[in-house]
């Protein structure tokens, strides 16, 4: 299963709040049965998103990896990723057979772009219920993201988005680019998303 230039490296960005490690233990739950996969996150001080993937099971502990950037999680993924590249380094080490390593990381639009050096495709998620603006501010990841996870569409209704106008927007500044429309935590989009990772990043599953 295992591609020779190794393992595709899935970045996961977005703010606080929005949803990416849900979607990163959905996916987990979607796929580590049906490949060989783990699982890499960013925050400042501590382990947390690390510590709470490891609680809910999705991976054993040992695929699990909790980065502390001691400082803005942007700069570790994006300008001086060093420490993530050895987190991929020390993984594969550990587990040759690798197929797919999910990075997990905060920041806002402007700053959650992922080097090319660490991430093969970046997903970023944005939470509707953040503002019916979101896409039309059409910052980098929102426009130059490889997918687009708009999730949380259920709360459009209970904090006055207009849902229709919200997916507009979002076609709009994405362009040719795609989106998926999610309810991440009632695994809504979750198949859309794997099919994307199979179709664009090469992801063979058994």
């Known amino acids: 299963m295992t591609s ?13 709040g929005a949803g990416k490690t849900t ?6 739950q979607a796929l580590a049965h049906r490949c060989s996969m783990a699982v890499i996150t960013n925050d400042i001080y501590t382990r947390e998103d690390a510590d709470y993937l490891t609680r809910a099971q999705v991976l054993p502990a040992a695929r699990i990896r909790g980065v502390e950037t001691g400082g803005c999680p942007h700069t570790a993924i994006r300008e001086d990723a060093s420490i993530n590249l050895a987190a991929v380094a020390d993984l594969r080490t550990a587990f040759p057979d690798l197929d797919l390593i999910l990075i997990e990381s905060g920041g806002d639009n402007l700053a959650a772009t992922f080097s090319p050096e660490l991430a093969d495709l ?12 979101i896409p039309r501010k059409r910052g ?13 569409t259920d709360l459009a209704p ?20 795609p989106y998926v429309m999610a309810r991440l935590r009632q695994g809504q989009g979750v198949n859309e998303i794997v099919a994307f990772l199979q179709e664009e990043g090469g992801l063979a599953l058994i």
């Open 140 to 152: 980098p990841g929102v426009t130059r993201s490889d997918l687009l996870v708009v999730n949380k």
């Open 158 to 177: 209970h904090v006055g988005v207009d849902l229709t106008q919200l997916e507009a927007d979002t076609q709009t500044a994405r362009g040719a680019r």
């Open 23 to 28: 979607l990163t233990e959905k996916l987990c």
């Open 4 to 16: 020779p230039n190794g393992p595709l490296r899935v970045g996961i960005g977005g703010p606080v």
């Open 122 to 133: 970046s997903i970023y998620v944005i939470d509707t219920a953040a503002g019916q603006d």
